[in-house]
Nanobody
Framework: QLQLVESGGGLVQAWGSLRLSCTAS????????MAWFRQPPGKEREFVGA????????YYADFVKGRFIISSDNAKNTVYLQMNSLKLEDTAVYYC?????????????????WGQGTQVTVSS
């Protein structure tokens, strides 16, 4: 039903910034909750943050520490992850995920639509 495509990953120096995009197609995403997850090398997938596009309400993992901002452009069916003050430990594959729900979840098993992921590598 819903297709998600991430873009914007790449190589960035520590303390730099990067903006990731997730564009949805196939359905209007007004009825979805959308989230960002990441998977560092050798670790399990972890929650980064989420947004309810209908309202703009956002939720963040504690490790973000105010550095990341999630937003949406509903006219473009796109969700963004603005990443500032990047650290070496932010290196990971970043994934966009969605679920048809009025609720937002922090566990990846609750999401049934996923993008292909985009690699973010932070260097010193």
């Amino acid at each position: 039903q819903l297709q998600l495509v991430e873009s914007g990953g790449g190589l960035v120096q520590a303390w730099g910034s990067l903006r990731l995009s997730c564009t949805a197609s196939g359905r209007a995403f007004s009825s979805y909750s959308m989230a960002w997850f990441r998977q560092p090398p050798g670790k399990e997938r972890e929650f980064v943050g989420a947004i309810r596009p209908n309202t703009g309400t956002t939720y963040y993992a504690d490790f973000v520490k105010g550095r990341f901002i999630i937003s949406s452009d509903n006219a473009k069916n796109t969700v963004y992850l603005q990443m500032n003050s990047l650290k070496l430990e932010d290196t990971a594959v970043y994934y966009c995920a969605a679920v048809i729900s009025v609720l937002v979840y922090r566990q990846p098993n609750n999401y049934n639509y996923w993008g292909q992921g985009t690699q973010v590598t932070v260097s010193s």
